[in-house]
């Protein structure tokens, strides 16, 4: 039995879609999505992964361990849609902004899309997740404070640092109210705010 996704090899076998591993992980996104990470039961996820219960156990030895597999793919997915979009937007912060708005609206279209994966994996039930999410939360807060200093707007560590927080917390926040209500408007409020900020406390 393999002991999880702690390697990278198993992490990047697990994206192929003729891995059982894979349509496991893609079975566990839809139903994490519609039912919640606790509503969820290795059955279904068998079931609905065209899977058997002896191949889930050969890549994954609980559920927990597939929930671990499963956040540290959206959290890597989440990361390299930030790298593509710093990259587009090296000098314009507001454009970076935009352009991370319509990928989200892009994603909230997919029925698949349950939302940030650090939400999913702080309410997730297991206390071994909180450690997990805690250090991806800083990794993205580093992430983003990295391009914020580089960017168009000059901020050093202090200013990059508390940025960086600002952002998460209306992403965080668009996509819980998209989740309760349906509608993108929040996303594009979030934007509004985030895109004023700066600008608010330079002044």
């Known amino acids: 039995m393999q002991g999880g996704f702690e390697q990278e090899s198993d992490l990047a076998a697990a994206r192929s879609r003729a891995n059982p591993a894979a349509r496991v992980l893609g079975a566990a996104r839809q139903l994490f999505a519609e039912q919640g990470y606790s509503g969820t039961g290795i059955s279904e ?16 030895s609980s559920k927990r361990d597939l929930g671990e597999a499963y956040l540290r793919l959206e959290f890597e997915a989440l990361q390299r ?12 912060y507001s454009g970076f902004i935009r352009a991370w708005v319509r990928d989200l609206k892009g994603l909230a279209a997919s029925e698949s899309f349950g939302g940030c994966p650090l939400s999913l994996g702080a309410g997730a039930a297991f206390p071994d997740f909180q450690s997990l999410v805690a250090d991806a939360a800083e990794e993205l ?13 000059h901020c050093d560590a202090a200013v990059s640092r508390r940025l960086a927080g600002q952002i998460m917390i209306q992403y965080e926040g668009a996509l819980q109210m998209w989740r309760i209500t349906g509608s993108e408007e929040y996303f594009d409020a979030a934007a509004e705010i985030l895109i004023r900020l700066p600008r608010q406390w330079n002044s």
């Not at 996820?45 to 994954?60: A, D, P, Q, R, V």
Request: hydrophobic letters at 30%; proline letters at 0%; charged letters at 30%.
């Open 45 to 60: 996820l068998i079931e609905k992964s065209g899977t058997s219960k002896k191949t889930f156990y050969n890549y994954f």
């Open 81 to 92: 849609r930030l790298d593509r979009l710093f990259s587009r937007f090296k000098s314009d």
């Open 141 to 153: 807060l580093e992430q983003l404070s990295g391009y914020l200093r580089s960017c168009d707007l």
